[in-house]
């Protein structure tokens, strides 16, 4: 695959499945997902375009193909299951596709040719209680979030010879947390610092963010009122943070890394539950978090390492279904039928992460009867 996180791109098919007690339909696998199509439209290797669940289909393509009305709210492709069989993307016949054939090859990206792009929730800004808005630079050592891919957009990532940490995919909004070098000293800082009134830690500062966004910092101020705030001070994750950063920087000096935590030490997580996503709340009457990540100096720590820093700091790590060997059936039992404790909703999926920490080798799960439940009760969008 060219992009690993593209929503629209050249694939190979390589079954065709008959479906039970169907005489018009055929069930297509290309690249991992699966596909209804008419019978007899195309045959195994067939060179293909495919697009996956909640790619936007432009309204001229999506006309001309005569699937406007199949779409997802947003123009967006959705999952679907027909005589107990999933449908989760979309194959785009070459003739809607200029020039098909010529230089096109499997893993081949077509979003920005195709004008089709994944979706996103759009931002939401937020601003003082008083409403007046503030100037704010984000930190650089204040790092995004590193996306990871669909397992069906990178087939054979993981064989059995791969041993590999399994978790639950919480559904509900990204959080990061961190202690992280400033952009500069203020002027305050500086005399500080000339007048020996300030030791190392001066050069640091506690960072609040969502996933994309910045939500408030030590030296510029915070937003009166959003939930990743009101997170921070539930679980005290700023003195928590603190003194890991400080244990850790204790230890590394120990060992003779002086350089220690470099820019810092940045804590990603989720936080669910009451109010975060529509319909989907886990049964819970409050906001949660768990935590599935930590980076030191901007270098992601092994799955094993994560789960014990987060022990360490008191706090809650996504639910571990399984740690060894992997195989499809193993993924299939964390993800197929698979509850909210106490009801019928189904969960959302899993992450599998290779036990060394390899960020190549790690892919999320999607549970399609998420995808089918998330539609039909209007569940705020998975990512």
Not at 105 to 127: F, N, S, T, V, W
Request: some cysteine; hydrophobic content about 35%.
């Amino acid at each position: 695959m060219e992009n690993q996180n593209s929503c629209c791109f050249v694939a190979t098919i390589s079954e065709i499945k008959p479906i039970e007690g169907a005489d018009n339909i055929e069930q297509a696998v290309v690249s991992g997902w699966n596909c209804i199509i008419q019978k007899n439209s195309y045959k195994p290797n067939d060179l293909v375009v495919v697009a996956t669940t909640d790619a936007v289909i432009p309204v001229e393509l999506s006309d001309r193909l005569s699937v406007t009305n199949y779409l997802r709210k947003g123009r967006r492709v959705r999952t679907v299951k027909l005589r107990g069989v999933y449908s989760e993307c979309l194959i785009i016949p070459a003739k809607h596709i200029p020039g098909f054939g010529d230089g096109y090859h499997e893993g081949m990206d077509l979003m920005e040719k195709m004008g089709i792009h994944k979706y996103e929730p759009p931002a939401r800004q937020i601003q003082l209680s008083s409403g007046r808005k503030i100037k704010y630079s984000e930190n650089p050592n204040f790092h995004v979030y590193y996306k990871f891919p669909n397992i069906k957009n990178v087939p054979g990532i993981f064989t059995e010879k791969d041993n590999v940490q399994i978790t639950r995919k919480l559904h509900g909004t990204n959080a990061r947390y961190g202690i992280v070098k400033k952009r500069k000293l203020s002027f305050l800082d500086k005399l500080k610092k000339f007048f020996r009134l300030a030791d190392q830690w001066i050069h640091y500062e506690f960072v609040v963010g969502s996933h994309n966004v910045e939500k408030g910092s030590d030296s510029q101020g915070y937003y009166d009122t959003n939930v990743w705030y009101e997170i921070e001070k539930k679980y005290d994750l700023k003195s928590r943070l603190w003194a890991y950063a400080k244990r850790k920087q204790d230890y590394l000096d120990g060992v003779g890394l002086n350089g220690g935590i470099g820019s810092g030490i940045i804590l990603y997580g989720e936080i669910y539950g009451h109010g975060i996503q529509k319909n989907y709340d886990y049964g819970l009457k409050d906001m949660q978090f768990a935590a599935f990540d930590i980076t030191i100096d901007g270098e992601y720590e092994n799955p094993f390492y994560v789960k014990h820093a987060v022990q360490v700091m008191g706090l809650q790590h996504v639910p571990e279904l399984y740690v060894g060997p992997w195989s499809e059936a193993i993924q299939n039992r964390c993800v197929i039928n698979n509850f909210i404790e106490g009801t019928k909703i189904p969960h959302e999926g899993v992450v599998i992460k290779h036990a060394s920490g390899n960020r190549v080798k790690r892919a999320k799960v999607i549970n399609p009867d998420y995808l089918i439940y998330g539609e039909k009760h209007d569940v705020g969008d998975s990512h």
